[in-house]
Structure formats: C-alpha cells, structure tokens
C-alpha cells in the first residue's frame, strides 16, 4: 500500500500537489515528517475538519470556479489568510481512493482542469510558488522531496498570503 496524500504543498505541477505521495504507507516520509502534527498551507478535503462558524467565515468551497479541482486547497489559502491555521494530524490515517481512481482527466474533464487551473493560478499566482512549510531548495515537479533548482528561490519568502 502506498500513501496518496499527507497534506498538500502549493506549487508542485503548477498550483499544488500531495505531500509523499506514491510513499510507502510505513513510511516515516521525508525527514520524519509523517511522524509529526505539523502546520501546512493546505489539505486535502477529504478529510477537511472545520467549526461551521469558520467555515462560514472563510466562504466554503468556491462551487463556481472550481467545481471539481483545488476546491479544498482555495478554502484552505482563505482559512490561512485570515489568520487561521490548517493542520495534519499524523495519527489519522484513512483509506481514499476516490481521485487516485479518476485517474488524469481527458476530454471535457481536461478542459475543466485546465479552467480550474488558470482560476487558481489568477486568484493565488505567487502564492502558490512559494509554500512557507515548503523548502525552496525542494523540487515543485513532483511529491517526492527531490532537491530542486527553482527561480521563486531569489523571492523573499513570507508566511502572509495577499
């Protein structure tokens, strides 16, 4: 079994990808860091936890622009811009298969994906090449904590999001 999410790191493949995935389920990950609660700029919502009144602050899921993709990640950047925190909890682990097995979209879903793409590259753009719980010395091409060579190094990199 293999792990297909522990969270999420904005910019890997252009907006955002899941931390360890294809990592094997006993894995600590990398650096430990499946061992550990720690704070990240978003999680997948599958298995979103949220007080109603937060929720309610934060405006939910953008059931418009982004349909099916990133809508989990949009709400966590609007948790995080104000004030809120989003948070992996290392003692739950769940078993979901649900876009591991749509695979990569194709036709008419394609499309939508890439129109959800574009929204959130308008809505969030440096943002999401700059995750304060990311390394910037780490690649963005794909979820294996490989070291990368990336241009946004040279930015100064804040934990505020605009």
Sequence with gaps: MTIQHAGVILGIGGVAGHSHKYFASNSNGFSRR???????????????????????RIGGFDEKNLKVNYNDVDACLNARKIGLRNLFISEINAY?????SRGKP????????????????LKWGFNLLSDPFYSPNLSLEDE???????????????????
């Design 144 to 162: 294996r904590f490989n070291i990368g060579f990336r241009t946004d190094k040279i930015s100064l990199r804040t934990n505020k999001l605009k």
């Design 34 to 56: 499946l061992n550990f609660n720690q704070e990240l700029s978003a999680l997948t919502g599958a298995f979103l936890a949220i007080e109603k009144s937060k929720w309610i």
């Design 106 to 121: 194709k036709g008419r879903d394609f499309i939508k994906w890439k129109k959800e793409y574009a929204f959130m590259k």
């Design 96 to 100: 979901h298969k649900e876009s591991s």
